[in-house]
């Protein structure tokens, strides 16, 4: 059969088809409550049968196929994910997905979904499940592949860049009351634990209040390192020996307000500036208690001799392990060990479906769905909700509305962020008002192929040593800005160029270079001054790029700068007199250029050279429901929404247009703080 081009809007369904297919995918929609699959799995069961039945006689769009197994594969996030279809002469009649090296509990989970919605609709173009965006993408695919084999007909999916973004917010869920089964109760209720919600629990249970921790995933997680404060104990002890390492509060909340350009609210800062110190010291001597781990301040600022335009704050403090802690124990373990021995509730698996409020509008907790069997559950709290629920990083609805710039510049990597904004569309449900600047955290350290570009639908990998500050050239091989400062200063400068895109230039000095630059934060490759370990040392991050990389084709090794060129599918000529100006400016030590520090300018000149092409990882969305300064969620007029309480990143008010990343650790210790003081609050009520 020779082959014609069909694309998906070309592909119509027979009626009976197209009208299970809806039913079922229904079932697949919004991650705030996509465990309802659970409850509606035997109607979606029978709706496939009946699609079975109502399409056994009848191709769509006159496509036939010759019957057999095929097999296609397409790149997911973290793995080639295998698609398996069975086709008789006019229907697809099995399919069988393999997402088994996606991220366990995003893209891991959506093979089954995904393999019921393709069978019912008899086609490749079905929804993807929110937040498994880049899996499902994959999966469809790799399924449109399968369908062109077996029909001979190339059918290619529909293009979805230009189609107008949905309602990303939608109407709260309306559950009936003889569908909540199961009533529980509490007077703290912490909804996700993470890095906030962690502290808002431990500190609740110490105040003596019964806490109630609801989880959607199968197990919390561990919070985040880095974290920042000012004035901490640690902190003084470095300054004791290091003066030049005292962070001055009031210089702190002026540059903070300047990061965001004013789009911040300055009493909630303040709040991180002057309670942070509390929050550091508490929690060392909670992780300090056993000796398992110690926490060390990160007493790095840079190059004092040689400053550049933006200046650093030694902000950072970092649990690590001890010689004496034991195999497999984590800051989630000890937490959970810790919480346990107060009492504390998890109920996991578990996701919230939406805030249950009485007539006057207070909330008196939430309807859940349990992951088990689909039924829903009422949670009441006497004394408040803290929502700790996180951005909204994989719902890919909510970034194209509010921040299609970031998608433009990110690479998709298996670390980062799993929220899907679900807590955000609650809160707003509920009455909150949203930030009305949409900001993510973004390091510059995620590489594509050569071949690629930067963009959300491109995948990638981890590349650690893309944020230091050595030589960057557009796609045009051309030097376009200062490589030295905030990661995300970069990433925007890049966002200007041709595809979002740039390449990270090194050579065989990297290591003496990378030492020189004097890094601080995570990115920092080498032990701070005061011996605080890095959060990755060179020597692994270095074998990895030119081992593992060089071997993948992510990094192009090469013996010329015109090789290098070559590989990087950049113009040859522009870049090889793009590298000489530079390499004359290192030897001048004197940046006439861009105004990068003189420590920091340093030449390409040694072979072997290095090459990637790099974007954003993206790691979370940093804008979320307004609060105020007892971190009550508030409405629009500044009122505060009765028994419902919230910090990180389903927040707003603290970050605007970037992420200040030379104040180390500043939004752990913005979330911990908050939820440290928001847990005090409700605890006493």
């Given at each position: 059969?020779?082959?014609?081009e ?46 079975a ?51 366990p ?10 393999a ?7 086609s ?9 965006t ?11 592949d ?13 293009a ?7 309602d990303w ?26 890095t ?11 105040e ?7 989880e ?68 060392t ?37 001890t010689?004496?802690t ?38 008196t ?27 909204y ?11 299609p ?29 949203m930030?009305?600047i ?5 390091f ?29 050239v557009?796609?045009?091989?051309k030097?376009?800005c ?7 200063f ?17 050579d ?5 270079y ?8 995570c ?32 990094v ?5 700068l015109e ?62 429901c307004?609060?105020?300064?007892d ?37 752990c210790?913005?979330?911990?703080t ?12």
């Open positions: 059969m020779g082959k014609q069909i694309t998906r809007r070309d592909f119509i369904k027979g009626i009976a088809a197209g009208a299970v297919s809806f039913a079922a995918l229904g079932a697949l929609q919004g991650v705030d409550h996509v465990l309802e699959n659970k409850k509606l799995e035997a109607s979606a069961n029978a709706a496939a049968e009946a699609a039945e109502a399409v056994a006689n009848a191709a769509p769009s006159g496509l036939t196929f010759t019957p057999g197994t095929y097999e296609a594969s397409a790149r997911g996030i973290g793995s080639d994910v295998k698609v398996t279809m069975t086709f008789d002469e006019t229907m697809i009649t099995d399919v069988q997905i393999d997402v088994s090296g996606e991220t509990d995003i893209g891991g989970k959506v093979g089954d979904q995904m019921q919605a393709i069978l019912s609709a008899q490749a173009d079905v929804d993807a499940v929110s937040g498994a880049v899996t499902c993408d994959a999966v469809k695919a790799a399924a449109a399968c369908i062109s084999q077996a029909s001979g007909t190339t059918v290619t999916l529909a979805e860049d230009d189609a107008p973004v949905g917010l939608g109407a709260a869920p309306e559950i009936p009351e003889d569908q909540i089964t199961e009533t529980l109760d509490t007077e703290v209720l912490v909804v996700g634990c993470g906030g919600g962690w502290i808002a629990t431990m500190t609740a249970a110490e003596g209040a019964k806490v109630l921790v609801l959607k995933r199968e197990d919390t997680t561990n919070i985040r390192h880095d974290i920042g404060a000012i004035g901490s104990k640690k902190q003084l002890e470095s300054i004791a020996t290091n003066p030049e390492l005292e962070i001055d509060k009031m210089e702190a909340l002026q540059e903070i307000v300047r990061y965001g350009a004013g789009y911040v609210d300055s009493d909630l800062v303040k709040v991180w500036i002057n309670e942070s110190a509390e929050l550091v010291d508490w929690l001597g909670i992780l300090e208690k056993d000796g398992y781990f110690r926490v060390d301040h990160e007493a790095g600022v840079g190059n004092l001799a040689d400053p550049g335009r933006d200046k650093a704050y030694a902000s950072g403090h970092s649990p690590n392990n010689d004496t034991p195999e497999g124990m984590d800051t989630q373990k000890y937490f959970r060990q810790y919480c346990d021995s107060m009492g504390v509730q998890f109920r996991c698996s578990c996701p919230m479906v939406k805030l249950d409020q009485d007539e006057s509008g207070k909330v907790g939430v309807i859940a769905q349990d992951a088990t069997d689909g039924h829903y559950v009422r949670v009441n709290a006497s004394k408040g909700v803290i929502m700790c629920t996180g951005g990083a994989t719902n890919t609805d909510m970034m194209k509305a509010l921040q710039m970031t998608l433009d510049m990110k690479i998709n990597l298996t670390a980062g962020s799993t929220c899907d904004g679900s807590g955000i569309k609650a809160m707003l449900w509920a009455g909150a008002v930030d009305p949409h900001t993510s955290m973004m510059n350290r995620a590489s594509c192929l050569p071949s690629e570009q930067a963009g959300y639908k491109t995948n990638g990998k981890m590349y650690w040593i893309g944020e230091q500050p050595f030589l960057k557009n796609l045009n091989g030097r376009f200062n490589e030295s400062g905030p990661y995300e970069m990433l925007h400068s890049m966002l200007m160029q041709p595809g979002h895109t740039y390449c990270h230039i090194l065989s000095n990297t290591k003496q990378a030492e020189q630059m004097d890094e601080v934060g990115c920092r490759l080498f032990p701070f001054p005061n011996g605080a370990p890095s959060n990755r040392d060179f020597d692994g991050v270095w074998d990895q790029v030119t081992g593992q990389f060089v071997d993948e084709g992510y192009i090794k090469a013996d010329t090789e290098l060129a070559e590989g990087l599918q950049i113009p040859v000529d522009n870049f090889v007199e793009t590298v000489k100006r530079y390499n004359e400016l290192c030897a001048k030590g004197v940046d006439e250029d861009y105004g990068k520090e003189a420590h920091r300018m340093t030449p390409v000149d040694t072979p072997p050279f290095y090459g990637a092409r790099v974007g954003a990882w993206h790691l979370t969305t940093m804008d979320g307004h609060i105020n300064t971190m009550q969620v508030i409405r629009e007029d500044g009122t505060p929404i009765e028994g419902l309480w919230a910090t990180g990143d389903c927040t707003g008010g603290f970050f605007a247009n970037n992420y200040p990343n030379l104040f180390t650790g500043l939004a210790g913005r979330t911990m908050f939820g440290r003081h928001a847990a005090k609050i409700v605890a006493k009520r």
